[in-house]
């Protein structure tokens, strides 16, 4: 059968499953139970970017806070002794919202995002 969705919902309904996903397979950080708009959006350009990977909680309280988003969302980063980047994004009482990785190849490409969700969801101080 047809399906009308267009990109942004059919995006949305992943960003969905990826949160349905990290609640249900971590167990070691207090997941969220709600995201705000802007939380969403990130959400799906990190899911977006290509090898990203669902991390495991564990690593949530080993990130360092990177930067605040508009909506005090943290995000965090924290590179394993294998040098995999991982990212996160917690809520103002610092529970996880997010935890994904890329492999080496495609560092680059999780880190325009990175730049990407910087300028378009953080204040512009002068």
Known sequence: ???SLGVF???FRLSQKAIDYLKEWNTEAEI???ISQTAQKVVEMLVNVA???MAHSRDF???TPFFTLKDKT???IFINPAQVKHIFLADDNNKMIFGGYVGWIHTKEMNKAID???QEFTE???
Do not use: H, L
């Open 124 to 126: 512009e101080t002068m």
């Open 116 to 118: 990407k969700i910087k």
């Open 32 to 34: 969220a139970s709600s």
């Open 9 to 11: 919902e059919e995006g």
């Open 74 to 76: 943290v995000v965090k």
């Open 61 to 63: 309280q080993r990130a």
């Open 51 to 53: 090898g990203m990977t």
């Open 1 to 3: 059968m047809f399906n």
